[in-house]
């Protein structure tokens, strides 16, 4: 019998080359506290990323929560999707900080901008957008918006690294973006995450918030633990080597479910001007019974996909508030993530698509056309 197949496979270096770098913390005996190798990552990802400043911290979590609050957001609106992890709302939550839902633009799944303004109000602080499974926001019209009515703009990146937007990293738009380097993202730490900010100071409150907010014997401010050890960097630095190959693998796998699904199931629009990266590979259904359908038939056959995202996070009974989000609520019930990993093998992901086909039928389907019906 064939091993089970899930969602995602953490990629993982060869041992040797994780070695390497655990010798070279077992010499220096540093183990944490900005060490030799995390002060290694940063540099390499802040010049793969072409950014002024690039602050690697625990997890994606907490970059989310220092972001808020080096920005000095507190006790406000925030005006953020309901078609992300759930993390993206527990952190403005967790801020004391409350979430407005925008519903999303049903051809990426990403924040609607038509739809923002009629959620600002005196109370509103910030905009929270995801650039949801590697597809970007509509940047452009986001930073007009927070401009025109003085709001700042957090990026979650969680999904975005590596992609690019107009010959710029995705990560490089709003006051800071944030991204994870969690074990299930494309490029990981095990744990981790990080923080592309903007503006100097603010840079500069973030650094310091996450240490404590101190700086030797000088305290200046309430700060947290979100320091990251250099064992954590050390898985990064040797998975930074492989980036490419990752990629590259990502985008024939892709690339094979797109040959073999061909329209059967609705498909993200990949914006003009995006290089994407691959993250996941998300497929709309017609309805949420034929999504069950699907699954019943690929977990028969050890294959397991996973429901992302679902449910539509206005609907969170923590979450205060009546947000009507119909094309959240409706993608939701009805899209799934197939398994995506660099080392995939193409007959799985062949017999991954026969198995849809022979459920859903050899029909072609244009998800956003079902929609205008909602
Ligand atoms: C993974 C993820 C996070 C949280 O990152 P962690 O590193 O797991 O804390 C936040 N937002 C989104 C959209 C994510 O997918």
Not at 99 to 111: C, G, R, S, Y
Request: glycine share 6%; with cysteine; proline share 4%.
């Amino acid at each position: 019998m064939a091993d089970n197949i899930y969602v995602t496979k953490s990629f993982l270096p060869p041992i040797k080359e994780y070695e390497e770098y655990l010798k070279q913390i077992f010499d220096n005996c540093i183990l944490t506290n900005q060490g030799k190798l995390l002060m290694q990552l940063e540099k390499k990802i802040t010049s793969f990323l072409n950014v002024e400043n690039f602050q690697y911290v625990t997890n994606g979590t907490l970059a989310l929560q220092l972001a808020l609050d080096s920005l000095n957001i507190k006790n406000g609106e925030i005006i953020t999707t309901p078609f992300t992890y759930v993390a993206t709302t527990t952190s403005i939550l967790w801020e004391r900080c409350e979430p407005v839902f925008v519903d999303i633009e049903p051809d990426n799944f990403t924040l609607d901008p038509a739809k923002i303004e009629k959620a600002i109000t005196p109370r509103t602080k910030a905009i929270l957008p995801v650039h949801v499974f590697g597809y970007a926001c509509d940047v452009e019209t986001i930073q007009k918006i927070a401009d025109k009515h003085e709001l700042k703009v957090i990026y979650d990146g969680a999904h975005a690294f590596a992609a690019r937007y107009k010959g710029r990293s995705l990560l490089d738009f709003g006051d800071i973006t944030t991204c994870s380097f969690h074990a299930t993202k494309l490029f990981h730490t095990v744990e981790g995450g990080g923080c592309v900010v903007k503006n100097d100071i603010v840079n500069y409150r973030l650094n310091l918030a996450k240490c404590f907010g101190h700086d030797n014997d000088a305290y200046f401010q309430i700060g947290i633990n979100a320091k990251q050890s250099e064992f954590h960097a050390a898985m990064g630095l040797a998975n930074f080597g492989h980036l490419e190959e990752i990629l590259e693998k990502r985008r024939i796998v892709s690339e094979t479910y797109d040959s073999l699904l061909n329209d059967a199931v609705g498909r993200p629009k990949k914006q003009n001007g995006l290089e994407y990266n691959y993250a996941y590979y998300p497929v709309v259904f017609k309805s949420e019974e034929e999504l069950l359908s699907v699954f019943e038939a690929l977990n028969a056959e050890g294959i397991f996909p996973r429901r992302y995202f679902y449910p539509s996070l206005n609907k969170l009974s923590y979450v205060k508030g009546d947000f009507s989000c119909p094309i959240s609520e409706d993608i939701a019930s009805r899209i799934a993530c197939l398994p995506l990993y660099p080392d995939l093998a193409l007959h799985d992901v062949e017999r991954i698509c026969l198995i849809i086909r022979n459920v859903i039928g050899k029909r072609a389907f244009n998800y956003s056309v079902s929609l205008k019906s909602v």
